[in-house]
């Protein structure tokens, strides 16, 4: 097993101490830091492949509205002009 050390901040802090209230396993910073690697990182990671994949398909979206817009407006001057 490794030491590791790291500095905090109170939104850290917050966390750290809201892990050990939940959890009577977690009684020091280090056990919550523990039980978070082991616990959030991968939801974390997942969390994150996820927003950037809806955000690559927001972007999707949005080119697939200005492309059907387009054919919308050459679909309206095709009509207009096949009009006598």
Same mark, same amino acid.
């Given at each position: 097993?490794?030491?590791?050390?790291?500095?905090?901040?109170?939104?850290?802090?917050?966390?750290?101490?809201?892990?050990?209230?939940?959890?009577?396993?977690?009684?020091?910073?280090?056990? $919550?830091? &523990?039980? +978070?690697?082991? =616990?959030? /990182?991968?939801?974390?990671?997942?969390?994150?492949?996820?927003?950037?994949?809806?955000?690559?398909?927001?972007?999707?979206?949005?080119?697939?509205?200005?492309?059907? $817009?387009? &054919?919308? +407006?050459?679909? =309206?001057? /095709?009509?207009?002009?096949?009009?006598?």
């Amino acid at each position: 097993m490794a030491l590791v050390k790291f500095e905090t901040n109170s939104e850290l802090d917050m966390e750290l101490k809201s892990i050990q209230l939940s959890r009577p396993d977690c009684n020091t910073n280090a056990a $919550a830091a &523990k039980h +978070a690697i082991n =616990n959030y /990182l991968s939801t974390c990671e997942e969390l994150r492949e996820l927003a950037a994949d809806y955000d690559d398909l927001k972007q999707e979206l949005e080119q697939i509205k200005h492309f059907y $817009a387009e &054919k919308l +407006a050459a679909d =309206n001057q /095709l009509q207009a002009l096949l009009k006598p």
